[in-house]
């Protein structure tokens, strides 16, 4: 019943910039952490940032200082704003949040369809 929905994803030329978003919907009764991961073909999934209920954020240090992970809660929205992009960040980047269904239930892992961000040179 949960779903999480990214947008925003396209090609874009090197030194770029994209906006991510991803909503989640459905029966939610509470959102803890939200995060951006991403996976390039041939290789495994890495973090690319998070950021938790608080607001605290934490991002990988291949992004550090161009990208930056927000939060709509009122939304239940989460954004990964990319500058300065390279061809290297070329991926599909999926969106993660820590869900609860209800008080009954405490927060597990949904992941969403994934949004590919292509980066030419």
Same mark, same amino acid.
């Not at 991803?22 to 995060?35: D, E, R, T, V």
């Not at 161009?66 to 960040?89: C, G, H, W």
């Not at 599909?92 to 239930?105: E, G, K, L, P, T």
């Given at each position: 019943?949960?779903? =999480?929905?990214?947008? *925003? *994803? ?6 770029? %910039? ?11 009764? %509470?959102?803890? $952490? ?18 938790? %209920? ?7 240090? %291949? ?16 954004? =990964?704003?990319?500058?300065? =992009?390279?061809?290297?960040?070329? $991926? ?9 269904? &209800? ?17 030419? &040179?």
């Amino acid at each position: 019943q949960v779903q =999480l929905v990214e947008s *925003g *994803g396209g090609l874009v030329q090197a030194g770029g %910039s994209l906006r991510l978003s991803c909503a989640a919907s459905g029966s939610i009764f %509470s959102i803890n $952490a939200m995060g951006w991961y991403r996976q390039a073909p041939g290789k495994q999934r890495e973090l690319v940032a998070t950021i938790t %209920s608080g607001g605290s954020t934490n991002c990988a240090d %291949s992004v550090k200082g161009r990208f930056t992970i927000s939060r709509d809660y009122a939304k239940n929205t989460v954004y =990964l704003q990319m500058n300065t =992009l390279k061809p290297e960040d070329t $991926a599909v980047y999926y969106c993660n949040a820590d869900i609860a269904v &209800s008080s009954r239930y405490y927060y597990r892992g949904y992941w969403g369809q994934g949004t590919q961000v292509t980066v030419s &040179s």
